[in-house]
């Protein structure tokens, strides 16, 4: 591997177990220490609740001055993250900062989920289906998180 | 009007005091720094409320936005703001702003904050503090100045040439992101940014503290890491037996026939 890992990513791993954020656990990998397993239970009140996510986050070499890479691993049915699982949110790509960590980045996730925006879409025919018919792209959520996101 | 001589006796002590006045009270707002007025000092903002029958009626106080002392010391300062008010014998206003200034000059260079970049001790290695307040190393802001400059030409070159308007050239702060650049030229603005923060570096005094982690706490992360991982894989494994993980290489598959069967 690459270097000694930087002091900031062995600190933010230990806050991560030792505190870690209600409904999020966030785990690294045996052998890679910059891959984390993620899990993101579904919000209360949103259609994907009940359901818990896994995704799988990254420190790139530049880390913190890059932003974390993170992907959903579980299918979801919400417009602001495609069938690759990619999501779409700001701070992941030109807004992001240094002084945002992994445990914000997973929380803005967790957020995403409450507050689904059709406006901004990653998957375009989720987005328009959340547009058009905002019942039946709720019913969809549902059916997927119960199909898919069981523990 | 026993205000009126207390807020005149202020305004002469301190500069720029903002003094708002309307028929039922007057408000004043300021940003109290610290005795050594440097551009490192540690700072609050005040507003006061003052009421008819001032100042047998108490004066209402609001401290916000502590900059420079830690999240404890700003809970100790509150208390004791409220104390000078109860036993001031005159002047309890300007009381109240000496009492801060004293605090913030006092605390300020025993700081127990974290720069938010490493997320180590600020009082590690010099720091500075930007123009909206926010404390950071100098060396991790330089390093993340360095990092924004290499991404604005980054961001120009991958730009068509009509679209290089669009590319943001400004430098922001990294905590609340804050414009400290003044135009959009940006080799020029990063000189001016680097220049006057190397000049204004300080080193802080660490009180002592316990290193964040000891044995016992490493030992029993451990044991949550290797709760997790087996929950985690679990609940993976369920998951991917019931259909519910992404395939890439499927996905994308059929991503790819979606695209070719639009171009022909």
Same mark, same amino acid.
């Given at each position: 591997m690459a270097g000694a890992l930087p002091r900031r990513i062995i600190k933010e791993t230990q806050r991560l177990l030792a505190d870690p954020v209600p409904g999020i656990s966030a785990n690294p990998d045996e052998s890679n220490a910059r891959y984390f397993h993620v899990m993101i239970a579904g919000p209360d009140e949103s259609p994907f609740a009940g359901g818990v996510f896994k995704l799988e986050l990254f420190l790139p070499e530049e880390y913190p001055m890059a932003a974390p890479k993170v992907r959903f691993m579980t299918k979801i049915y919400h417009p602001n993250i495609d069938k690759l699982g990619r999501i779409c949110l700001d701070i992941l790509k030109d807004k992001w900062s240094p002084a945002l960590q992994i445990r914000t980045v997973l929380l803005s996730i967790q957020a995403l989920l409450s507050a689904p925006n059709p406006e901004d879409p990653l998957a375009t025919d989720v987005a328009e289906q959340w547009k058009t018919n905002e019942a039946e792209a709720i019913k969809t959520a549902k059916q997927w998180t119960l199909a898919y996101a069981q523990a | 009007m026993a205000e009126n001589a207390e807020i005149e006796a202020l305004c002469s002590i301190w500069e720029d005091v903002e003094v708002i006045e309307d028929s039922q009270k007057k408000i004043i707002k300021h940003k109290i720094r610290s005795m050594e007025n440097e551009a490192t000092s540690a700072s609050i903002r005040i507003r006061i409320e003052i009421f008819e029958g001032y100042p047998e009626v108490e004066p209402k106080i609001e401290l916000s936005m502590a900059r420079g002392i830690s999240e404890r010391d700003f809970e100790e300062l509150k208390l004791k703001v409220v104390e000078c008010v109860k036993e001031s014998l005159g002047m309890p206003i300007v009381d109240v702003f000496q009492t801060c200034c004293d605090f913030l000059t006092d605390r300020q260079h025993f700081s127990d904050l974290d *720069? !938010? $970049? *490493? $997320? !180590?001790?600020? !009082?590690?290695s010099p720091i500075i503090v930007t123009s909206c307040d926010h404390f950071l190393h100098f060396s991790c802001f330089s390093k993340y100045l360095h990092f924004s400059k290499t991404e604005i030409v980054k961001n120009l070159q991958e730009a068509q040439k009509y679209d290089k308007d669009k590319v943001d050239q400004h430098f922001y702060c990294p905590i609340c992101r804050y414009n400290l650049s003044n135009s959009t030229e940006f080799e020029r603005e990063f000189q001016k940014i680097l220049e006057f923060y190397k000049k204004n570096q300080k080193t802080l005094k660490a009180p002592r503290r316990d290193s964040v982690v000891n044995g016992e706490d490493a030992e029993r992360n451990l044991k949550i890491w290797r709760e997790q991982q087996k929950r985690l894989a679990k609940i993976f494994e369920k998951q991917k037996l019931a259909g519910g993980i992404i395939d890439i290489e499927e996905e994308k598959k059929r991503l790819r026939l979606i695209s070719e069967n639009f171009n022909e």
């Open positions: - | *720069c !938010s $970049i *490493c $997320i !180590s001790p600020l !009082s590690n």
